[in-house]
């Protein structure tokens, strides 16, 4: 069964605006909460990631927000660029160990 | 090379022949990875090896399935009879100690 559900499947922001994607996860053993972005072709690529222990991390025009009472966890693209138009998975993983279980994905599409 | 290498980028197979996948992980990556995606999903799972030990082939579909790294570097995935269901892209990823993975851009494999 799907460990980590991941909505919406997609979503098209104008540019400038603000892309949010939101990730749920049933297993409360996981440990490392890091999000993927993938163009057309290319394999994923690390974009962040965070651990249980904070609740917020910031990188750029990219956080995360963390709840760890809700096993939520979201990504939030600022200033949406079109460049930012790719697919973008949530994944989490057990401590030390590296098996990601990813979410279905999330087709974002920024409008010039 | 700098990153994960994967050969060949497009396999097309007729159903019921064995086809080998290959991955060439960053140098001196302990862990590498083999994941399948279907279209329009998130990377599914299969094995896992610590230098030249299979830790985890858990997520390998059926006994079809086969890979390998003898020398506890460059991997082979193999799939013996390949059925239509097969076909996806399978992505290959590498990661050094406590460090997140980096993937390949994937083999697609299409089978008539």
């Known amino acids: 069964q799907q460990q980590v559900k991941q909505s919406p499947q997609s979503l098209i922001v104008q540019k400038g605006g603000i892309s949010i994607i939101n990730c749920a996860y049933e297993?409360?053993?996981?440990?490392?909460f890091p999000w993927y972005q993938q163009f057309p072709g290319k394999g994923p690529a690390l974009l962040i990631a965070?651990?249980?222990?904070?609740s917020e991390k910031k990188e750029g025009r990219f956080t995360i927000s963390f709840n760890k009472s809700a096993k939520q966890f979201s990504l939030h693209i600022m200033d949406s660029q079109p460049g930012d138009s790719a697919t973008y998975f949530c994944?989490?993983?057990?401590?030390?160990?590296?098996?990601?279980?990813f979410g279905a994905g999330t087709t974002v599409t920024v409008r010039a | 090379g700098a990153g994960v290498s994967q050969s060949p980028r497009y396999k097309v197979a007729k159903r019921g022949q064995d086809v080998a996948l290959r991955c060439d992980p960053i140098?001196?990556?302990?862990?590498l990875f083999w994941y399948q995606q279907a279209l329009g999903q998130g990377p599914e799972f299969l094995t896992y090896f610590q230098n030249e030990a299979q830790l985890d082939k858990s997520g390998l579909p059926s006994d079809r399935f086969f890979a390998e790294r003898p020398e506890g570097s460059v991997s082979t995935l193999k799939i013996q009879r390949t059925q239509q269901e097969d076909s996806a892209v399978y992505l290959c990823a590498s990661s050094g100690v406590a460090s997140p993975l980096h993937f390949g851009n994937g083999t697609r494999l299409t089978v008539t």
């Open positions: 965070i651990r249980p222990d904070v």
């Open positions: 994944a989490a993983s057990l401590p030390i160990d590296y098996k990601l279980s």
């Open positions: 140098s001196g990556h302990v862990s």
């Open positions: 297993n409360t053993a996981f440990d490392y």
